[in-house]
């Protein structure tokens, strides 16, 4: 796995340094390689900035604060350790990404069956947008790694230190609550069904009454998705979602130890206290969204997409050609929750369910919907499942082989400076 993500960066290396071989720099803070500049483009000019002057904020006006702190801070410590700031931030991308991939396998594997677990490697290391993960300064891939790192971490009942890794997240990404919210739910569903399992247990461990022992009706019958089952215990069937009256349940059984998942949300915490402390407004995040610029302003005309519906009618039709493609990411994705909800239960649904419902509707046009999309990994997951197990069997190679196309296109463009995610 981890070969062939190296495969892949040295290929989209090769076509960002062509494809901006032809287009003036004009950045005097470069200072790394020619060939890397074609990684540097848009907001990696933001996370430089923060990385080499630290955060600013004028109310009314674009400002770094809008761009939270893990992944500059990260490229700010190792760039100090090299002496340049833009080898690190792509660095630190590829070296984020490759993790990110890498624990995302071991999620997947034991999820699904093999060929679902193979393609869905697949199709994020192949997704149209995942150049991200392959060398941009962006914080993309960084905040995938935490997040499917905090999940591992609650997978193997280490609340604490799930809760820690996911307030990294939160601390990483506007979309970061997706972690927290996710974890919580997930730990909840991990409690209703350790209770479960306790009672199927109890119920056939308990002795039968003498009247009945030796019959044969005596016995517990155990289907293959049980709760308690061997082949539940040995992954081999993935468990029904539990009803959400179970999951409500579990509440007032959350033990201490359990409530470590809740520290999760002290990266966004400690965030907003900086904005506080620092400028006087622990949102200000929020309201510089707002900005001349860029514009995404909370409103009517963000949630129905008038900007993206006038592009679509009056042009430039190149850029509504790369919002649509967006949108249809979007859609495609939110299409894919029901399989999420499925194969993975409430607490993943909640993660991507939160994680599009941001962007979605908080952009005015779709612009970036790309990238989140990207961090939706139980989604990634759920589309690899369901090109494995069509009935329509050319469906997965001329899937992967269209996404493969596409993240070539794009990395091409984006190495040409032009706007895609």
């Known amino acids: 796995m981890l070969v062939l993500f190296a495969a892949m960066t040295v290929i989209l290396s090769i076509v960002v340094a062509l494809a901006s071989r032809t287009v003036p720099r004009a950045e005097p803070i470069l200072q790394g390689p020619s060939w890397l500049d074609g990684w540097f483009q848009y907001d990696a000019g933001w996370y430089h900035a923060i990385a080499t002057s630290g955060y600013s904020y004028t109310p009314g006006q674009q400002s770094s604060i809008a761009f939270f702190p893990t992944y500059p ?14 080898l690190a931030g792509s660095l630190v991308g590829v070296l984020a990404g490759a993790a990110a991939v890498a624990l995302f396998g071991g999620w997947v594997w034991r999820r699904l069956p093999r060929a679902g677990a193979v393609t869905a490697i697949a199709v994020l290391m192949l997704y149209p947008y995942a150049f991200f993960l392959y060398g941009a300064m962006y914080a993309d891939s960084l905040f995938l790694l935490t997040a499917v790192g905090a999940f591992l971490l609650l997978e193997r009942r280490m609340y604490w230190l799930a809760g820690l890794v996911g307030a990294l997240a939160t601390a990483g990404r506007p ?24 009672e199927v247990r109890s119920r056939v461990e308990s002795p039968a009454p003498a009247r009945l022992r030796g019959s044969a009706d005596t016995r517990v019958p155990s289907s293959p998705g049980a709760p308690g089952s061997p082949q539940r215990r040995a992954g081999l069937v993935p468990p029904a979602p539990i009803p959400w009256r179970a999951l409500v349940g579990a509440v007032t059984a959350v033990r201490w130890r359990e409530a470590g998942v809740l520290l999760s949300g002290a990266g966004l915490l400690a965030w907003s206290v900086f904005l506080w402390i620092e400028f006087g407004n622990p949102l200000a995040f929020v309201e510089v969204e707002s900005a001349p610029g860029w514009n995404q302003g909370v409103g009517p005309r963000t949630w129905f997409k008038i900007t993206f519906l006038g592009t679509l009618v009056r042009g430039p039709y190149d850029v509504a050609a790369l919002l649509t493609l967006q949108a249809l990411a979007c859609l495609a994705a939110i299409l894919l929750l029901r399989r999420v909800w499925r194969r993975f239960g409430w607490g993943y649904l909640a993660y991507a369910a939160v994680v599009l419902a941001i962007p979605v509707i908080g952009t005015k046009d779709f612009m970036g919907t790309g990238r989140y ?13 369901l090109l494995a197990t069509t009935e329509r069997r050319w469906a997965r190679p001329v899937a992967l082989v ?16 032009i706007a895609v995610s």
């Open 73 to 86: 801070l990260t490229v700010r410590g190792l760039g100090g350790v090299l002496g340049d700031y833009q």
């Open 402 to 417: 269209a996404c493969g196309t596409l993240l070539v296109v794009l990395t091409t463009l984006y190495g040409r400076g």
């Open 373 to 385: 999309v990207l961090v939706a990994f139980p989604v990634m997951a759920a589309a690899g499942d």
């Open 175 to 198: 979309v970061g609550v997706a972690v927290a919210i996710g974890l919580v739910v997930r730990m909840l569903e991990l409690r209703a069904q350790d209770r479960a399992d306790v």
